[in-house]
């Protein structure tokens, strides 16, 4: 089958790119390709290579930025799966599409579910919520995956940054202060992918709306100490840095997370009979493999 892959120069995409290589032909466009925020030349494109699948992993991810252009963030988060969705339909295609816990506000307690009301905080998990929306309301079969705290060798992301910084820290030694009131999963992109493409692999695939995370949980200081502590292990780093735990308040950003960002992934387990691995073993899986 032809699989379409968008946003392949991202930190997913390109391991989409790898991961569905064996189930047919996969044709992989980055930003310069199809332009996700251009809308009339996304309908062309889609229609000329007719594709079976289409796997969107094109997005506008700068949350902070997206304060300032939401009109951005709309048209390539909220505007653009809707095309792709009404393009699938055409094509009697699967749209599968990734979206994200910025949908919820994170003042529940426990983790959320896919029957939980989003009620996003900021203008980017509004544009994402919009695309799920959008797509929706096509009535094509599609298949969206809300993840959470993604993190891969490419791109920009919290464990690339953390280790530049921690680098720097051990260098001039200051301490590094990151938020501790924050709850979530940090989900390794090549974990998706390669889920992914079981998930195509299956002769009928389950649609709707799923949650799709790395198993367990930590804030982001606990994070930022795991990082170090397997980079340290992993020889990519000699010293680990000093990391003090700090409010959320006390590093205020124009655009507010959730507090609570844990997705309930059992409907996923159920339905697919698939798991993603604890979010310590994806981080250290991937920094066995890193090359910084």
Same mark, same amino acid.
């Given at each position: 089958?032809?699989?379409?892959?968008?946003?392949?120069?991202?930190?997913?995409?390109?391991?989409?790119?790898?991961?569905?290589?064996?189930?047919?032909?996969?044709?992989?466009?980055?930003?310069?390709?199809?332009?996700?925020?251009?809308?009339?030349?996304?309908?062309?494109?889609?229609?000329?290579?007719?594709?079976?699948?289409?796997?969107?992993?094109?997005?506008?991810?700068?949350?902070?930025?997206?304060?300032?252009?939401?009109?951005?963030?709309?048209?390539?988060?909220?505007?653009?799966?809707?095309?792709?969705?009404?393009?699938?339909?055409?094509?009697?295609?699967?749209?599968?599409?990734?979206?994200?816990?910025?949908?919820?506000?994170?003042?529940?307690?426990?983790?959320? !579910?896919?029957?939980?009301?989003?009620?996003?905080?900021?203008?980017?998990?509004?544009?994402?919520?919009?695309?799920?929306?959008?797509?929706?309301?096509?009535?094509?079969?599609?298949?969206?995956?809300?993840?959470?705290?993604?993190?891969?060798?490419?791109?920009?992301?919290?464990?690339?940054?953390?280790?530049?910084?921690?680098?720097?820290?051990?260098? !001039?030694?200051?301490?590094?202060?990151?938020?501790?009131?924050?709850?979530?999963?940090?989900?390794? !992109?090549?974990?998706?992918?390669?889920?992914?493409?079981?998930?195509?692999?299956?002769?009928?695939?389950?649609?709707?709306?799923?949650?799709?995370?790395?198993?367990?949980?930590?804030?982001?200081?606990?994070?930022?100490?795991?990082?170090?502590?397997?980079?340290?292990?992993?020889?990519?780093?000699?010293?680990?840095?000093?990391?003090?735990?700090?409010?959320?308040?006390?590093?205020?950003?124009?655009?507010?997370?959730?507090?609570?960002?844990?997705?309930?992934?059992?409907?996923?387990?159920?339905?697919?009979?698939?798991?993603?691995?604890?979010?310590? !073993?994806?981080?250290?899986?991937?920094?066995?493999?890193?090359?910084?």
């Amino acid at each position: 089958m032809k699989i379409l892959v968008t946003g392949c120069g991202g930190q997913l995409g390109r391991e989409l790119k790898r991961s569905l290589a064996c189930l047919g032909e996969v044709v992989a466009c980055d930003r310069r390709q199809l332009d996700l925020a251009q809308a009339d030349a996304l309908r062309t494109a889609v229609r000329a290579m007719a594709p079976a699948v289409i796997v969107n992993a094109a997005a506008y991810t700068a949350v902070d930025k997206a304060e300032a252009e939401p009109g951005a963030a709309e048209a390539i988060n909220a505007v653009a799966p809707g095309i792709l969705a009404e393009e699938a339909k055409r094509l009697d295609a699967l749209l599968i599409h990734f979206s994200t816990d910025y949908v919820f506000d994170g003042s529940k307690s426990a983790p959320y !579910t896919e029957d939980d009301t989003p009620a996003p905080l900021s203008a980017y998990g509004r544009s994402k919520f919009g695309g799920e929306l959008a797509i929706a309301a096509t009535g094509a079969r599609h298949l969206i995956l809300r993840t959470s705290w993604v993190y891969g060798l490419h791109g920009a992301n919290f464990m690339k940054t953390m280790l530049r910084l921690g680098r720097r820290s051990c260098e !001039t030694g200051d301490e590094l202060r990151v938020v501790g009131d924050q709850v979530g999963a940090p989900t390794w !992109t090549r974990h998706l992918a390669d889920v992914t493409g079981l998930i195509l692999a299956r002769r009928d695939v389950p649609t709707g709306l799923y949650h799709l995370a790395a198993a367990g949980e930590t804030s982001w200081h606990g994070y930022a100490e795991a990082i170090f502590t397997e980079a340290q292990r992993a020889g990519l780093m000699d010293k680990v840095p000093v990391v003090r735990r700090i409010a959320s308040a006390d590093f205020p950003l124009p655009a507010p997370r959730p507090a609570n960002s844990r997705l309930d992934c059992s409907r996923f387990r159920r339905d697919f009979d698939l798991t993603l691995p604890d979010w310590r !073993t994806g981080l250290i899986d991937c920094l066995a493999d890193a090359r910084f």
